[in-house]
T-cell receptor, first 116, second 111 residues
Framework: AQKITQTQPGMFVQEKEAVTLDCTYD???????LFWYKQPSSGEMIFLIY????DQQNATEGRYSLNFQKARKSANLVISASQLGDSAMYFC?????????????WGAGTKLIIKP | DSGVTQTPKHLITATGQRVTLRCSPR?????VYWYQQSLDQGLQFLIQ???????AKGNILERFSAQQFPDLHSELNLSSLELGDSALYFC??????????FGPGTRLTVL
């Protein structure tokens, strides 16, 4: 079974609109973490935002926020006021503790294209 | 700039050859991870080192090996290269259990 699911392989969004990228996860570890990374066409992998399973507040970093719904096991990334430079692949990842080690499980990614 | 460095940035080689990819982690990070990303694919975890010791293994082929040195830099060795090994290879580093920060990647092309 998939531990991290990103159901949107691709999205087109008009510039300046808000974007929500979906991510659902599955874990039995009570202490886990959720991450979002951005990969522009240039290839680098850029860390965007982190949410811990015990965090009471949704994480925010500038125009990025994480809509964390623990009961639904979802951790959607919200980008406000999208810009052309937001066009990229976005990966959701979950950190869980397994076999005496922290492991990062990756989603398949969502390709976001911002239209001018 | 994540603070993780990788060399070389690009590598073009022939089938059957052997190459070495190098990674220097962020200052203070003891964990190093190697990932492979084939064209338009997600990330495949290869291997993790922590303070010089192998900590976790993913989908790493027997033709591939890695090590982490006392100064914490790491090398990924790829041998008997095949066309299908062409990919972007990332190194990431982290403090224990913390956010992984990625290097710029090495783009390997096997001809």
């Amino acid at each position: 079974a998939q531990k991290i699911t990103q159901t949107q392989p691709g999205m087109f969004v008009q510039e300046k609109e808000a974007v929500t990228l979906d991510c659902t996860y599955d874990t039995s570890d009570p202490s886990y973490g959720l991450f979002w990374y951005k990969q522009p066409s240039s290839g680098e992998m850029i860390f965007l935002i982190y949410q811990g399973s015990y965090d009471q507040q949704n994480a925010t970093e500038g125009r990025y926020s994480l809509n964390f719904q623990k009961a639904r096991k979802s951790a959607n990334l919200v980008i406000s006021a999208s810009q052309l430079g937001d066009s990229a692949m976005y990966f959701c990842a979950m950190r869980e503790y397994m076999d005496s080690n922290y492991q990062l499980i990756w989603g398949a990614g969502t390709k976001l294209i911002i239209k001018p | 700039d994540s603070g993780v460095t990788q060399t070389p940035k690009h590598l073009i080689t022939a089938t059957g050859q052997r190459v070495t990819l190098r990674c220097s982690p962020r200052s203070g990070d003891l964990s190093v991870y190697w990932y492979q990303q084939s064209l338009d694919q997600g990330l495949q975890f290869l291997i993790q080192y922590y303070n010089g010791e192998e900590r976790a293994k993913g989908n790493i082929l027997e033709r591939f090996s890695a090590q982490q040195f006392p100064d914490l830099h790491s090398e990924l060795n790829l041998s008997s290269l095949e066309l299908g090994d062409s990919a972007l290879y990332f190194c990431a580093s982290s403090a224990t259990g913390d956010t992984q920060y990625f290097g710029p990647g090495t783009r390997l092309t096997v001809l």
